[in-house]
T-cell receptor
Framework: SQTIHQWPATLVQPVGSPLSLECTVEGTSNPNLYWYRQAAGRGLQLLFYSVGIGQISSEVPQNLSASRPQDRQFILSSKKLLLSDSGFYLC???????????FGQGTRLTVV | KNEVEQSPQNLTAQEGEFITINCSYSVGISALHWLQQHPGGGIVSLFMLSSGKKKHGRLIATINIQEKHSSLHITASHPRDSAVYICAVNSNSGYALNFGKGTSLLVTP
């Protein structure tokens, strides 16, 4: 069966520090992968999606970047965190565009 | 304006009540999802539908494509149903989901 792992679950980082959140999927090949962010009081917002290794699309300009070094690995990074980067980050995968999406447990990031 | 609007934003119900959460969207879609987010943050997919009605246990989801509206119903609500319920759509033009802000449901004993 397919599973998705996302870590860490919680993270407190100082302003200006780097960030690396990792997401891996098991049990499927060539998934579409997504990073979403949920800021306080707002709905989930797409940050990045990837349809294949090395292919990254960004929906909104920001202080973050994403990479897909392997088929089932998706990494969210920042070189220098801002206070506004605080939020709840979710990784997700799907088989295609209009198929069911599966979500990781999320990472609650607090930038102090 | 958000492409996906949910109502109500917050909902408190007594155990056993019938609950309805509404979702309206303004774009052409290929599918609509209802998701459940528990206090810890993890999200679970409840339904994906593109027409008609689906039922799973005490949960029923309906969609009216012409009116661009969907509803999620919970029959015989229970405190364990307390969670945030999120409506999301696959628009015809995008790859990922567009989300509503969620409806926070509290079911009291």
């Amino acid at each position: 069966s397919q599973t998705i792992h996302q870590w860490p679950a919680t993270l407190v980082q100082p302003v200006g520090s780097p960030l690396s959140l990792e997401c891996t999927v098991e049990g499927t090949s060539n998934p579409n992968l997504y990073w979403y962010r949920q800021a306080a009081g707002r709905g989930l917002q797409l940050l990045f999606y990837s349809v294949g290794i090395g292919q990254i699309s960004s929906e909104v300009p920001q202080n973050l970047s994403a990479s897909r070094p392997q088929d089932r690995q998706f990494i969210l990074s920042s070189k220098k965190l801002l206070l506004s980067d605080s939020g709840f980050y979710l990784c997700a995968w799907s088989v295609g565009r209009n198929t069911e999406a599966f979500f990781g447990q999320g990472t609650r990031l607090t930038v102090v | 304006k958000n492409e996906v609007e949910q109502s109500p934003q917050n909902l408190t119900a007594q155990e056993g009540e019938f609950i309805t959460i509404n979702c309206s969207y303004s774009v052409g879609i290929s599918a609509l999802h209802w998701l459940q987010q528990h206090p810890g943050g993890g999200i679970v997919s409840l339904f994906m539908l593109s027409s008609g009605k689906k039922k799973h246990g005490r949960l029923i989801a309906t969609i009216n494509i012409q009116e661009k509206h969907s509803s999620l119903h919970i029959t015989a609500s229970h405190p364990r149903d307390s969670a945030v319920y999120i409506c999301a759509v696959n628009s015809n033009s995008g790859y990922a989901l567009n989300f509503g802000k969620g409806t926070s449901l509290l079911v009291t004993p």
